[in-house]
């Protein structure tokens, strides 16, 4: 397999990604429903490792993404994107060329430790699903957990993968000091549908599981039930609401589907095979809501706009003052947290 090279805001111009071969238990990949998929992982040598967000609706100051690219396969995913910057296509690209920031930990500490750095909220991660399949082998977001549990470093994480429960002796020494916050997405709790939706993510059931099982731990945890596409999935927001919070969830939060670029396209692909009668409709009442496929306002492009965003949204809130479920995110604490320098375990 040959060495690729490709570009992207955060990457060197003469970036190498090297190709290396990963054997993955594919029975494992996804909880009751295996669908392995022909795989190339690349080494991202770039020393970048934490990007800061400038984008005024998001609730975090960094973004850390020890993964580009997504093997869950969501076909209206906003990140599909930016593979394009890395020289790769959106569409299959996107899940089956995965670019792996092998040396992310090692990368993460040496930032935290570094005399400028100013404290502020992770996420992980915003372009990409930082338990992915491929995390059970790499164990990288395992890594920089390991790092942040001992630097006491906020953090909030979104997956759709129940492998995140495997973290939480890291995510358990981050909640002692009120520093983490665990966002499972579900964008549907009928699991025929989330096979075609999100073909290679763990299902709706072990995703609210793993909400219990984080709950019972003391690891704050809740649902962003994300995007909500309206005349597909717009309708069961209530359902999944009320399964979050019976599932122990304390927190919730929403975002309509936005279809920027050629994920447009890679959507309307997935309706002509999964949904032919429904495309034109589905379609049109994204548009409605955006004012077409992609909307870039911020405070706007998460929730639309219109009638039908609004109903959407009140339907949201009113749905968890009902159930007693928090909408705003998580206050994480940045006080606690302590510089440690490169392979020091412990501060004395």
Known sequence: MNAHRGRGADDNPGNRFEAFQVEVDEDAW???????????????????????NDAEDLSF???????????????????????????????????SK???KRDAPQLLEAELSRPGYRVGKIAMSGATDCYQPVERKLELTRGCLEVMARCRQPVAIITKNALVVRDIDHLVELARWNAVAVYLSITTLDPALARILEPR?????????????????GVPCGVSAA????GL??????????????????????????????????????????????????????????????NLKPGERMRGRGQAAGQLRALFHASCRRLGLETNPPPLETRHFRRVMPGQKELF
């Open 61 to 95: 100051d960094y973004g850390l993404n020890p993964y580009r690219g997504c093997e869950h396969g969501c076909s209206y995913c906003y990140a599909r994107t930016y593979h394009e910057y890395l020289g790769y296509s959106a569409g299959l690209d996107f899940e």
């Open 30 to 52: 996804v909880d009751d429903d295996p669908r392995p998929l022909r795989t190339e992982f690349l080494t991202d040598h770039s020393r970048t490792i934490l990007t800061r």
């Open 227 to 230: 995007p909500m596409i309206p």
């Open 201 to 217: 993510a763990s299902s709706p059931r072990a995703r609210l599981e793993t909400i219990g099982k984080l709950a019972a731990a």
């Open 233 to 294: 999935n717009d309708s069961e927001l209530p359902s999944i609401v009320r399964a979050v919070k019976e599932a122990g969830g304390r927190f919730a939060a929403y975002s309509v589907v936005r279809l920027p670029g050629a994920v447009g396209s890679v959507f309307e692909g997935w309706l002509d095979r999964h949904f032919p009668g429904k495309k034109e409709m589905v379609l049109g009442r994204i548009e409605g809501m955006q004012g077409g496929l992609n």
């Open 98 to 100: 995965i670019v792996v």
